[in-house]
């Protein structure tokens, strides 16, 4: 006879506790992060907090892997010889950028200098974790093919940044591999 599973069971209470702990995520704006989705009735929806903004425990501890990663990602970089600042020095916050009287805007990951490709240029630096399936399409097509979201949204944060930026670093991991993937994006205005 299998003993029974107990209703409380620790992995159960971790993602309780990321679920209890979550605060409200309704933003006064519309993010960065969204503008790209590709549904503008969902884009409208969500600007007007219509849609439920609560997330599962284990998707609440992806977001947290992602940002685990940047800690690295950092590493990695500043490793090359290639200046990261991942707060902006006039602040000693997330760099962030706004719009529309403040109803759109966003934070990006960092603003780097000394890329191999282009060492004079400063870079704004987007960085992502990807499954194996998603990490090997952004090889085979690139950023703005397979992740349009991500690629608009480093178009909108060049573009909005103080001063604007030309360039943008993507660099990626493969969750799966440990395979790093970058690329460099051109501002289109």
């Not at 490793?79 to 805007?105: L, M, N, W, Y």
């Amino acid at each position: 006879m299998q003993i029974p599973e107990p209703t409380q069971t620790t992995i159960k209470a971790i993602v309780e506790h990321y679920e209890d702990n979550q605060g409200d995520a309704f933003r006064a704006h519309l993010g960065g992060s969204l503008i790209g989705r590709p549904c503008d009735r969902e884009l409208w929806y969500s600007f007007r907090w219509c849609t439920d903004t609560k997330h599962s425990g284990q998707l609440l501890r992806l977001f947290q892997t992602g940002h685990l990663a940047e800690e690295r990602f950092i590493a990695d970089l500043r490793s090359i010889g290639i200046k990261v600042f991942e707060t902006d020095p006039a602040t000693g916050k997330q760099f962030r950028v706004t719009a529309c009287r403040g109803h759109f805007g966003g934070s990006f990951d960092g603003v780097g200098l000394g890329f191999i490709e282009a060492p004079k240029t400063w870079h704004l630096i987007e960085m992502k974790t990807h499954n194996e399936k998603s990490f090997k399409q952004l090889v085979k097509v690139g950023v703005k093919e397979a992740k349009p979201e991500h690629y608009i949204q480093m178009q909108s944060y060049m573009y909005l940044a103080e001063p604007k930026l030309t360039r943008a670093f993507y660099i990626a991991v493969n969750k799966n591999t440990d395979e790093l993937y970058g690329e460099r994006i051109r501002l289109d205005p």
